[in-house]
Every structure is written in C-alpha cells, then in structure tokens.
C-alpha cells in the first residue's frame, strides 16, 4: 500500500506511520488546520497585553486611584481578564497577570499589583 502526504498528495518515503513527505508539508498542514484557533487566540493575547499595559502606565504607586474612564480612554477592555481574586470579605479582585484593580464606589478604581 503506498501512502500519500495528507499536505501534497506526493508519494511517502519512510517510516509506515508517516503522514507527511516532509516538515514543510507537515507545518503547512497543521497551520491550516489551527488558523481559525490561532487567529482568536492571537487576538485574545493581543487585548491581554494591551490591558496589561494600560494596567502598567497608570500604576504610579503601590496603590493608583482613578476614574473608571480614565482606563476606557486608554483602550481598556474590561471583558479580558486572567483572574478574579476574591477575599474572604467578599471584595473582588481583577487581574491581568499580576497587574489588578478593584472596583470603588462612583465608578472608581483602585488598581493594585499582586505579589508572590
């Protein structure tokens, strides 16, 4: 029986569990089948980092106090999040990684940085 690469449809010479003539063809056809899974995770990674970073610019101090529209300015998307810490008084936390910020009355903010 002669196998056939799932990429090229060229003929496979080698090992019986083979699937692919060569890496070229392999990675071609493994991108095309996680292009729609890349493409979202990209775009997720790419809000996270954003955020991470306005999260970053405006922590000037251990603890940053500020309105909530100073962040929507900067591009904030407040949908993407790595994390919710809660306390044990029910306070809730937000993280980015290590960067986070907590909810104030009259649309506030408090962001903070988690420590290890």
């Known amino acids: 029986m002669?196998?056939?690469?799932l990429e090229c449809g060229e003929k496979i010479i080698g090992r019986e569990d083979k699937k692919f003539c060569n890496d070229a063809c392999r990675n071609t056809y493994n991108n095309k089948l996680n292009k729609d899974t890349t493409n979202l995770m990209r775009n997720v990674n790419f809000t996270?980092?954003?955020n991470y970073r306005i999260l970053c610019e405006h922590k000037t101090k251990k603890k940053t106090k500020l309105p909530r529209k100073k962040?929507?300015?900067?591009?904030?998307?407040?949908?993407y999040l790595t994390?919710?810490?809660t306390t044990k008084a029910g306070v809730q936390y937000f993280f980015v990684y290590d960067q986070g910020y907590m909810y104030l009355e009259n649309d506030w903010l408090v962001l903070v940085q988690r420590t290890s």
């Open 71 to 79: 962040l929507i300015d900067a591009g904030f998307d407040f949908e």
């Open 2 to 5: 002669i196998k056939t690469c």
């Open 48 to 50: 996270l980092r954003k």
């Open 83 to 85: 994390s919710i810490y």
